[in-house]
């Protein structure tokens, strides 16, 4: 399958962020793991405000489960308060220094497992893994939209530009392609609930809003 060129609809910068890594979509805000400091980060997505800085580990993957963020940071996932950045729980016995990239559906953690190219559907009361989707690149961001599994897949070896890809959540198949323009680096992704698929720039601490297609026949 070929890939579409994605179309960038929207870029917010930050003061003082240089590196963006782990990305979610609470209803209201953009969150997101400032890589290089470890805090965890929202922002308004229509105007770049932000509205809260939290110290907490986070340094790749963030989702939102609609009460909790759950965060990547120092090897573990912790469940954490978004109102105070207090740790209140955690993924039991998961080594979770692999993963790049966090979402939340229907109960389970979704974890892209960069160097290894799987995504992994895991319970998160008990930190074993239910399902192994595999791909063919560096898989970096996770999310989940309108019923659909997305991912982000990081410039590689072979020059191949970074992409967002929709796969079938139960094989891995690839479903829909959008290619990044050259030279952009992807690494988290989330998506808010106005169409559009909010992609983390560790290079620039950009953070760019590229418009969800409709879903390819």
């Given at each position: 399958?070929?890939?579409?060129?994605?179309?960038?609809?929207?870029?917010?910068?930050?003061?003082?962020?240089?590196?963006?890594?782990?990305?979610?979509?609470?209803?209201q805000?953009?969150w997101?793991?400032h890589?290089?400091?470890?805090?965890?980060m929202?922002?308004?997505?229509?105007?770049?405000?932000v509205?809260?800085r939290?110290?907490?580990?986070?340094?790749?993957?963030v989702?939102?489960?609609?009460?909790?963020?759950w965060?990547?940071?120092g090897g573990?996932i912790r469940?954490?308060?978004?109102?105070?950045?207090?740790?209140?729980?955690?993924?039991p016995?998961?080594?979770?220094?692999?993963?790049t990239?966090?979402?939340?559906?229907?109960?389970?953690?979704?974890?892209?497992?960069?160097?290894?190219k799987?995504?992994l559907?895991i319970d998160?009361?008990r930190?074993?893994?239910?399902r192994t989707?595999?791909?063919?690149?560096?898989?970096?961001?996770?999310?989940?939209?309108?019923?659909?599994?997305?991912?982000?897949?990081?410039?590689?070896?072979?020059?191949?530009?970074?992409?967002?890809?929709?796969v079938?959540?139960?094989?891995?198949?690839?479903?829909?392609?959008?290619?990044l323009?050259e030279g952009?680096?992807?690494?988290?992704?989330?998506?808010?609930?106005?169409?559009?698929?909010?992609?983390?720039d560790p290079?620039?601490?950009?953070l760019?809003?590229?418009?969800?297609?409709r879903?390819?026949?």
């Open positions: 399958m070929a890939a579409r060129q994605a179309e960038i609809i929207a870029e917010r910068t930050f003061d003082g962020v240089d590196s963006i890594h782990g990305v979610t979509f609470d209803g805000d953009v997101f793991a890589g290089d400091r470890g805090d965890l929202s922002a308004e997505p229509e105007t770049g405000r509205t809260c939290l110290k907490a580990p986070a340094d790749a993957g989702a939102f489960d609609g009460r909790h963020l965060v990547v940071g573990k469940k954490i308060d978004p109102g105070t950045g207090a740790a209140v729980g955690e993924v016995g998961f080594d979770a220094r692999p993963v990239g966090l979402a939340w559906a229907d109960g389970a953690l979704y974890a892209g497992i960069y160097r290894q799987q995504i559907k998160p009361e930190g074993t893994v239910l989707l595999v791909s063919d690149r560096f898989v970096t961001g996770v999310t989940w939209t309108d019923g659909d599994l997305w991912h982000g897949v990081m410039r590689d070896e072979d020059g191949a530009p970074s992409e967002l890809r929709r079938d959540a139960q094989r891995g198949e690839v479903l829909d392609r959008l290619a323009p952009v680096r992807l690494s988290g992704v989330g998506a808010d609930a106005s169409g559009r698929l909010w992609c983390g290079a620039t601490g950009k760019r809003a590229v418009r969800k297609p879903k390819a026949v």
